[in-house]
C-alpha cells in the first residue's frame, strides 16, 4: 500500500466514570457547548492523546482531572471497549473506552467555555438525549460486553443519535460471540415468525441480572421490542397486562405481537419516544409533563373496574422484618422505629380498593415523543393495587418541588384522599428499607444512598406533618 493510503486516524480516549453497583449503575456524562463539533450534545469525558509521549492511560488521567476535576491513579482505569468510528464527513478515528469505579474529588464543570452541564445517568435506559451517536455506540457496545466494535456512519446521517441510524456492529470476542448481543436462537424464531426476519439486534437490557430487552430491526422495515423474561411471574404479569388493560391505554403503550410462556418471550411493538429519565426541561416544560404524566396515571388506574382490597398491615409488617435483617446495620438512630410505626399504622387504615396498576411506574419507563405525547412500556410489575402503589416511585421525581407534585394531580383529575396520603407514606418508606438492604446485599452503594435518602426524606416529612387522622 502506499504511503498516502494509508490510516492515520487519531486517537482519543473516552472516560466511563460509574458508580453504583449492577442494579442501578449511573456514568457520568457532559454537554458539549460552544463553538465546537456536536454542540448541544451529550458525550462522555474525552479527548486526545497529546502526542507519542502519552499513552492512553495517562490521556485518560489527564482528560479526567481536566474536564470533570477528578483525580484517577492509574491503577483505577480498566480497558471497556475500542470502537472503530467513521463520522457522517468520512473522518475516521479509533476510540478507547475505560470504565473507572474509583476516584478522588467530585466531578463538575471545569472548562464551561466547551462545557455547559455535567450530570450521572442511568446506564440501562437512562441515557440522554440528543447524545452524539459515536458516544452512544460505544456505551452500547460496552453494556454488550464487547471488546471491539465498528460504528461507520453513512454521510447522510445525523450527528445525534437516532435508532434509525443505529450503525453499531459488535466484533465477535475470540472464543465465541458476544455474550447477550443477540439472543439464543429459539427466541430469534419465535421472534422471526412473529414479524419477519430479522437483520439486527441491539441489547438494550439493564446492565444486571434480571429480564433481558433486544432491539430488533425487520429486512423490509419496522422495529420491534423482543423481552425474555428472567421469571414465570414477571412474564405472566406482562402477557397478562397486554391481554387485558394495555390495550386501553391506545398510543400510550405498546402493542403485543407474540407471547411464548416456555420461553418466557414476548414481542411488542415499539412506542414513539425517548425515556423521560435524563431529560433536562426547564421548570415551565416540567409541569406541563407531570400533568401529562398524572393523566396517564389516571388512564391506568381507571383502565380496568376496580375490586375490593385486602387490608396490607400483616404484609407490610412481615416484609419489614425480612428487609431489617439486611438493612438494620445502615440504619440511623430512629429509622427503625420510625419504620415499624408506620407499617403499624397500616393496619389501622380501611381497606382501599385494588386498580390496573402499573408496578414500576417511574420516569426512565416513560416515554415522550417528539409531539409530546407520552407513553409508558415494562408490565412485567403490574398486578392489581392501590392507585399509590404507583406514585412510590414517581414521588421522588416531585420530591422538594411541590409545583410538580400539584401539576400531576391536576392531571390525575383528583387529590389523594387521606388514606391514601398514609399509604403512599407507608409504601414508601417499606420501598426504602427494600432499597437498602438490596444495595447492601449486593455491593450497590448507589441504591443503598437512594434508599437512606427517601428515608430521611420520609423522616422529615412526617416531623412536619400532623397525623392523617388528627388533621
Same mark, same amino acid.
Given at each position: 500500500?502506499?504511503?498516502?493510503?494509508?490510516?492515520?486516524?487519531?486517537?482519543? =480516549?473516552?472516560?466511563?466514570? !460509574?458508580?453504583? %453497583?449492577? @442494579?442501578?449503575?449511573?456514568?457520568? #456524562?457532559s454537554r458539549r457547548a460552544g463553538p465546537v463539533y456536536a454542540s448541544g450534545l451529550w458525550h462522555l469525558p474525552s479527548g486526545h492523546l497529546d502526542g507519542p509521549h502519552e499513552d492512553i492511560v495517562e490521556a485518560l488521567v489527564r482528560e479526567a482531572r481536566e474536564e470533570t476535576g477528578v483525580t484517577i491513579d492509574a491503577a483505577d482505569v480498566h480497558?471497556? =471497549?475500542?470502537?472503530?468510528? !467513521?463520522?457522517? %464527513?468520512? @473522518?475516521?478515528?479509533?476510540?478507547? #473506552?475505560?470504565?473507572?469505579?474509583?476516584?478522588?474529588?467530585?466531578?463538575?464543570?471545569?472548562?464551561?467555555?466547551?462545557?455547559?452541564?455535567?450530570?450521572?445517568?442511568?446506564?440501562?435506559?437512562?441515557?440522554p438525549h440528543p447524545m452524539v451517536a459515536y458516544c452512544r455506540a460505544g456505551l452500547d457496545a460496552y453494556r454488550a460486553g464487547a471488546r471491539l466494535a465498528l460504528h461507520f456512519q453513512h454521510p447522510a446521517d445525523a450527528i445525534a443519535y437516532t435508532p434509525e441510524q443505529d450503525r453499531l456492529r459488535l466484533v465477535t470476542a475470540a472464543g465465541g460471540p458476544v455474550v447477550a448481543?443477540?439472543?439464543?436462537?429459539?427466541?430469534?424464531?419465535?421472534?422471526?415468525?412473529?414479524?419477519?426476519?430479522?437483520?439486527?439486534?441491539?441489547?438494550?437490557?439493564?446492565?444486571?441480572?434480571?429480564?433481558?430487552?433486544?432491539?430488533?430491526h425487520g429486512a423490509a422495515g419496522g422495529t420491534w421490542y423482543v423481552k425474555v423474561h428472567q421469571g414465570d411471574r414477571f412474564h405472566a404479569r406482562e402477557v397478562g397486562a397486554y391481554r387485558t388493560w394495555v390495550p386501553r391505554l391506545g398510543a400510550a403503550a405498546p402493542r403485543l405481537v407474540a407471547a411464548d410462556s416456555r420461553l418466557r418471550a414476548v414481542v411488542v411493538t415499539a412506542a414513539p419516544g425517548r425515556p423521560l429519565h435524563g431529560t433536562v426541561p426547564s421548570s415551565r416544560e416540567q409541569q406541563v409533563l407531570?400533568?401529562?404524566?398524572?393523566?396517564?396515571?389516571?388512564?391506568?388506574?381507571?383502565?380496568?373496574?376496580p375490586q375490593p382490597g385486602p387490608a396490607p398491615g400483616d404484609m407490610q409488617l412481615e416484609k419489614i422484618e425480612h428487609h431489617l435483617r439486611r438493612a438494620r446495620p445502615h440504619l440511623g438512630p430512629g429509622d427503625e422505629d420510625f419504620l415499624r410505626v408506620r407499617a403499624g399504622r397500616a393496619r389501622e387504615l380501611p381497606d382501599v380498593?385494588?386498580?390496573?396498576?402499573?408496578?414500576?411506574?417511574?420516569?426512565?419507563?416513560?416515554?415522550?415523543?417528539?409531539?409530546?405525547?407520552?407513553?409508558?412500556?415494562?408490565?412485567?410489575?403490574?398486578?392489581?393495587?392501590?392507585?399509590?402503589?404507583?406514585?412510590?416511585?414517581?414521588?421522588?421525581?416531585?420530591?422538594?418541588?411541590?409545583?410538580?407534585?400539584?401539576?400531576?394531580?391536576?392531571?390525575?383529575g383528583r387529590t389523594l384522599t387521606l388514606v391514601e396520603e398514609e399509604r403512599l407514606t407507608v409504601d414508601s418508606a417499606l420501598d426504602a428499607l427494600s432499597g437498602i438492604q438490596y444495595g447492601a446485599a449486593h455491593g450497590d452503594?448507589?441504591?443503598?444512598?437512594?434508599?437512606l435518602r427517601t428515608l430521611a426524606r420520609l423522616r422529615a416529612d412526617d416531623r412536619c406533618k400532623p397525623c392523617p387522622h388528627h388533621r
Open positions: 500500500m502506499s504511503e498516502d493510503k494509508r490510516h492515520r486516524e487519531p486517537v482519543d =480516549v473516552h472516560l466511563i466514570l !460509574r458508580r453504583g %453497583g449492577t @442494579a442501578s449503575p449511573e456514568i457520568l #456524562l480497558a471497556a =471497549v475500542t470502537v472503530h468510528h !467513521r463520522s457522517p %464527513g468520512g @473522518a475516521a478515528r479509533i476510540g478507547v #473506552l475505560c470504565e473507572v469505579r474509583r476516584w478522588e474529588g467530585t466531578p463538575g464543570v471545569r472548562e464551561p467555555q466547551v462545557c455547559d452541564a455535567m450530570d450521572w445517568f442511568r446506564l440501562d435506559d437512562g441515557l448481543s443477540e439472543p439464543d436462537g429459539r427466541v430469534r424464531q419465535f421472534a422471526e415468525r412473529a414479524v419477519g426476519r430479522i437483520v439486527s439486534w441491539t441489547d438494550t437490557s439493564w446492565v444486571r441480572e434480571g429480564s433481558r430487552v433486544w432491539r430488533a407531570f400533568r401529562r404524566i398524572g393523566a396517564l396515571a389516571a388512564a391506568i388506574h381507571t383502565s380496568a373496574p380498593e385494588c386498580v390496573a396498576t402499573h408496578g414500576d411506574f417511574q420516569l426512565r419507563n416513560l416515554l415522550c415523543a417528539e409531539d409530546g405525547g407520552l407513553a409508558v412500556i415494562d408490565f412485567e410489575r403490574s398486578e392489581p393495587g392501590p392507585a399509590v402503589r404507583d406514585l412510590v416511585r414517581l414521588s421522588d421525581a416531585w420530591a422538594g418541588r411541590p409545583d410538580l407534585y400539584d401539576a400531576f394531580l391536576t392531571g390525575y452503594p448507589e441504591l443503598l444512598e437512594r434508599g
